[in-house]
């Protein structure tokens, strides 16, 4: 999206999930994740970040975070 690459988006709830691993937490990383992370939301866009960990142990709860905020945000009750 735009000058950015987005682990996943959808466009109909204009929801970006983003799966962070380990290297998100390190040198200008959190910074620059800031700085997109602002730049969508200035389009209307929610940064769901998700750390690599959680998809890794907990799958089917971490997909169903992703569902329920996505549903949410279709609603218009985020």
């Known amino acids: 999206m735009g000058p950015y ?4 988006y959808c466009a ?7 799966i962070d691993g380990e290297s998100h ?7 620059r994740d800031e700085r997109r992370d602002a730049w969508l939301a200035e389009r209307g866009v929610t940064t769901l970040r998700v750390p690599t960990v959680d998809v890794m142990r907990r799958f089917e709860d971490t997909v169903q975070m992703i569902f329920d905020t996505a549903n949410e945000r279709l609603a ?3």
Do not use: Q, S
């Open 5 to 8: 690459i987005l682990d996943f």
């Open 12 to 18: 109909a709830a204009k929801l970006a999930v983003e």
């Open 25 to 31: 937490g390190m040198g200008d990383r959190p910074e």
């Open 76 to 78: 218009g009750t985020d």
